[in-house]
């Protein structure tokens, strides 16, 4: 079960079949599901239980699923692990989820079992587990404090509020300075998978990433892309 049996999902598509079949393959892993069918019974569920995780179709009557993480994640205090779902091409909607704050995707038609899989990777990394252990110490550079044990990252005296995917990201590259890693690597360690994922999901993640942790975020001084390869941290530049 890794260690998820009885943790609550929210599943919120107003497809039946599809919430149908998702939480019976859910159930069978042990996890708690409940549904919603529309953006306002899902806000009203969230808020009276919030679940360990949301799997959120993007199209919805109501209130629709982009509206939803927004104001999920405009709440500092709420951090529940989003997994949109989305149809082909709606990669506008996708990115724009991910900027603001989704953890991932899975893209209609999809494998139920992938779905699971995604679920579970998505827990690991946002409840502590790998690529994470708490019993390390905080990564100090320069102005930058990143603390795994807490999972607060601090700016020059300031606290730096990240979603648990942008923490896990930062945290894998603090750890590695001045390595590159492309975004394949990326999505291994950090995601836990890269099969089937775009690695576009990185390039948002960064893009985010530098709006809060960098002075200029189009001249970026520590998370730096290098050309046809992929990304570095060096807490050497600008100092």
């Known amino acids: 079960m890794d260690g998820f049996a009885g943790e609550d999902i929210l599943i919120v598509d107003d497809e039946a079949s599809v919430v149908e079949v998702v939480g019976l393959y859910l159930r069978r892993e042990g996890f708690s599901v409940r549904s919603a069918?529309?953006?306002?019974?899902?806000?009203?569920?969230?808020?009276?239980?919030?679940?360990?995780?949301?799997?959120?179709?993007?199209?919805?009557?109501?209130?629709?699923?982009?509206?939803?993480?927004?104001?999920?994640?405009?709440?500092?205090?709420?951090?529940?692990?989003?997994?949109?779902?989305?149809?082909?091409?709606?990669?506008?909607?996708?990115?724009?989820?991910?900027?603001?704050?989704?953890?991932?995707?899975?893209?209609?038609?999809?494998?139920?079992?992938?779905?699971?899989?995604?679920?579970?990777?998505?827990?690991?990394?946002?409840?502590?587990?790998?690529?994470?252990?708490?019993?390390?110490?905080?990564?100090?550079?320069?102005?930058?404090?990143?603390?795994?044990?807490?999972?607060?990252?601090?700016?020059k005296g300031q606290e730096i509020d990240l979603t648990a995917t942008e923490f896990n990201l930062l945290w894998f590259l603090v750890c590695h300075p001045r390595q590159v890693f492309s975004r394949d690597r990326l999505l291994e360690n950090v995601w836990g998978y890269s099969e089937y994922v775009d690695p576009s999901t990185v390039t948002v993640h960064i893009r985010r990433l530098r709006e809060k942790i960098e002075d200029d975020p189009s001249k970026p001084q520590m998370l730096l892309t290098v050309w046809g390869v992929g990304y570095k941290f060096d807490p050497g530049v600008g100092k």
Do not use: H, W
Not at 99 to 128: I, N, Q
């Open 37 to 155: 069918s529309n953006g306002r019974e899902a806000l009203e569920s969230i808020r009276d239980q919030p679940p360990a995780l949301l799997i959120l179709d993007v199209m919805l009557p109501e209130v629709d699923g982009i509206e939803i993480i927004r104001r999920l994640r405009s709440d500092r205090q709420n951090n529940i692990p989003v997994i949109m779902l989305t149809a082909r091409g709606q990669e506008v909607d996708r990115i724009y989820g991910l900027e603001l704050g989704a953890d991932d995707y899975v893209t209609k038609p999809f494998s139920p079992a992938e779905l699971v899989a995604r679920v579970k990777a998505v827990l690991r990394r946002t409840s502590g587990g790998s690529p994470l252990a708490s019993d390390q110490q905080p990564v100090i550079q320069g102005d930058l404090s990143v603390d795994p044990a807490t999972r607060i990252v601090d700016l």
